[in-house]
């Protein structure tokens, strides 16, 4: 493995943050509901940015982008949970939205009970506390790892191009 | 590209039931009031909406994920068991690996259909879709576990 194929850190931290990022920004956050579609997508992101600047090779390169796309998870899970902190603060702190207004709206828009519950925890938020945000984080590091992994083993198996020729590419001219 | 059925394959599979374990747990957990229930739900929390109405029910509960997210766990669990049985289907998928697109179309279909889904259209589309990719997975693994043994054009077992 030379260094530029070595060189996984940063699209893991690029495809990391903008995975963190938009799934603690709502609306989008919503697309994580899709068995976790944002965090597949930056693994998938992931292996693209890496793929650009790695020689071709014979085989896919799943076991490293197996690693890329835990790296990725890492720095995602990060991202998201310090990401999260001030959007709560900003949806449940600061008052902004009529608890009992949404409540009204959400009746009248003839949705299941359990749906209306679902929002209105959402909107509202939890409880912001030292510990809520480290037990997210210890869940999002599980869970962004293995979505994360998962998107950059289908990436590598859609974007992977074969080394031309099978011949291995010319040294580097000596002296 | 050797995929053999190593320490790695074993533990891959291990936690592909513990997973989909998990999906199950939750319910019984809950029903039986153990205080750890919610915790089981909250690791899915991220991943799955967990719609009630949209989820499979055991127990008197409903699952920790939804008929999609259930089906998808159970596809990649099935995947990694039979795809050592599937030499044929093994080859084409590490040979044209692009193949694996195919797999999420009717998932994709499936999801457009909003209305019209039903839940077994739902758990059926996710099982197919995550079929292929415990394949990927495993590849990795054993790069990872032996990544300097020599390769040969097809999997063996």
């Known amino acids: 493995m030379n260094g530029a194929e ?35 997508g930056g693994g998938f992101l992931a292996v693209f940015l890496w793929l650009k600047d790695t020689p071709r090779r014979p085989e896919p390169p799943y076991g490293d982008a197996a690693i890329l796309g835990l790296l990725t998870g890492v720095f995602g899970a990060f991202a998201a949970t310090v990401i999260s902190v ?32 679902m929002i ?46 099978g011949a291995a590419p010319p040294p580097p001219p000596v002296g | 590209m050797r995929l053999e059925r190593n320490l790695p394959y074993w533990l891959l599979v291990g ?4 997973w989909v374990g998990l999906v199950f747990l939750a319910p019984w957990a809950r029903s039986r009031g153990w205080p750890g229930a919610e915790l089981l739900y909250a690791v899915f929390d991220p991943v799955c909406h967990q719609m009630p109405w949209r989820s499979f029910a055991a127990f008197g509960q409903p699952l920790g994920a939804c008929h999609r997210c259930t089906g998808l766990y159970t596809g990649f669990t099935l995947g990694l068991l039979a795809l050592p049985y599937l030499p044929k289907l093994r080859g084409f998928l590490l040979e044209r690996s692009r193949m694996i697109l195919l797999f999420f179309v009717p998932l994709a279909v499936d999801a457009m259909l909003l209305g019209i889904n039903t839940y077994l259209s739902r ?19 054993s790069q990872l576990y032996r990544p300097n043994l020599p390769t040969v054009s097809e999997g063996t077992t």
């Open chain 1, 120 to 165: 209105e925890g959402f909107i509202s938020g939890g409880g912001l506390t030292i510990g809520a945000i480290l037990i997210g984080l210890v869940f999002n590091l599980v869970i962004y790892a293995i979505f994360a992994l998962i998107g950059a083993l289908i990436g590598v198996a859609v974007l992977h191009k074969k080394q031309l020729g």
């Open chain 2, 123 to 141: 758990f059926l589309t996710g099982l197919v879709a995550a079929f292929p990719v415990g394949l990927f997975v495993w590849a990795a693994a």
């Open chain 1, 86 to 117: 001030p959007i709560n603060l900003l949806f449940s702190g600061m008052g902004w939205m009529d608890m009992s207004q949404l409540h009204e709206a959400l009746e009248g828009a003839n949705l299941p009970p359990e749906a209306v519950n």
């Open chain 2, 15 to 18: 936690a592909s039931f513990a």
């Open chain 1, 6 to 40: 070595s060189n996984k850190l940063k699209p893991a931290l690029i495809a990391g943050l903008a995975a963190g990022a938009a799934s603690s920004i709502p609306p989008l956050s919503c697309l994580n509901v899709c068995c976790c579609a944002l965090v597949i």
